[in-house]
């Protein structure tokens, strides 16, 4: 009787802690949050680690980066994050503060883990700018470690372990393009998790994406701004992107802060102030999207700096008071990051 009991205790508590164990997480990190191609104060460059899976394995189970601007692999790695661990990148489009640190994170990816599942790179098919000019993430990929290739360092460190792969780098990326389309569309998926894309604009190719999992989702904007170049208009927020961010938890988006606009001193180019996201109108589309959860990041100008290279900030220096009042002119109640590097959310808040 007294045998029983206790293997009923057991099968109990094991139960409990099966259940406990296999409690879906989500957690949101910016790794990256300088607005813009300038380098100040040590921040990396535009990215957005996201990791799904349950208590048991630290909800790590998937990890995906969104974008991966200067310095990704170093705010990874304050993480404990290899670039091998990584399951897909995502890229929202092909300006450089949001590619520049991938070069860096497939070399590491070849030099140690060659022989390892290739590294699903998930982007826009080839698109052509209004000044004609062609947009190609697939040549970004294919091509990313060519000057390495020229300076003889592929050659030379596949001479010395053969599991690198002799063509480089390129060769463990499996590249997936996608034609943006102005309905969400699944562009990649893993057991519980889905990512879908929408068009957006910023420059040609832009897409920004949707996480969806058992235990929250987040949406990532990117730089998105309105097809409408500029006002009048309704907002200098992305219809796509708002339409993607229906009932989602969590929006992580670039900012941009009205100080910098036209005629206030700035000296900001109109057409670059213009296609970002301001952060007002960033703060209403949460609002009707019903988002918890808005995350600014990519912030122009970043918090502290007297300059948005080479544009200056009116008034001086930004603090994370004066974009809290701006998300405020919104009339979002829910939560607002202003980010920093590594600031994460985790859904279900512990
Ligand atoms: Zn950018």
């Not at 990215?47 to 995906?64: E, F, I, P, S």
Request: charged share 15%.
């Amino acid at each position: 009787m007294r045998v029983s009991f206790v293997a009923l205790l057991a099968a109990t508590w094991l139960a409990a802690a099966t259940t406990a164990d296999a409690a879906p997480c989500l957690i949101v990190t910016l790794t990256g949050t300088q607005g813009g191609p300038q380098s100040f104060n040590g921040l990396a460059g535009a990215g957005t680690l996201v990791r799904y899976g349950d208590d048991a394995n630290g909800c790590a189970a998937v990890k995906l980066q969104f974008d991966a601007g200067r310095g990704t692999t170093m705010r990874l790695s304050e993480l404990g994050i290899g670039p091998e661990q990584l399951g897909a990148v995502f890229f929202t489009h092909m300006h450089n503060d949001h590619t520049d640190g991938f070069a860096d994170m497939v070399q590491l990816r070849w030099s140690f883990n060659a022989i390892g599942p290739k590294l699903d790179v998930v982007c826009s098919t080839d698109a052509v700018s209004p000044l004609g000019v062609a947009i190609s993430c697939s040549k970004f990929t294919a091509h990313i470690a060519d000057a390495f290739i020229q300076s003889g360092e592929i050659a030379q460190r596949h001479s010395e372990v053969k599991e690198r792969t002799p063509g480089g780098p390129a060769e463990v990326i499996n590249t997936i393009t996608f034609r943006p389309k102005d309905e969400p569309q699944v562009v990649w998926s893993s057991g519980h998790v889905k990512v879908s894309a929408i068009r957006s604009t910023h420059i040609a190719g832009h897409a920004s994406y949707r996480v969806d999992t058992p235990a929250g989702s987040v949406v990532i904007g990117g730089d998105a701004s309105n097809d409408i170049p500029a006002p009048p208009r309704n907002s200098s927020t992305s219809d796509q992107v708002e339409k993607l961010a229906q009932g989602t938890d969590i929006i992580v988006h670039s900012a941009i802060h009205p100080i910098m606009a036209p005629g206030k001193g700035s000296g900001m180019y109109p057409y670059a102030y213009l296609r970002q996201s301001s952060v007002p109108d960033l703060a209403a589309m949460a609002k009707r999207a019903g988002a918890s959860h808005l995350m600014l990041t990519h912030l122009i100008p970043p918090l502290g700096a007297e300059q948005q290279f080479p544009f200056k900030v009116p008034g001086g220096p930004l603090t994370e008071t004066d974009y809290r009042k701006a998300a405020e002119e919104g009339g979002f109640t829910g939560t607002v990051i202003v980010g920093t590097d590594l600031k994460s959310l985790r859904l279900p808040a512990k």
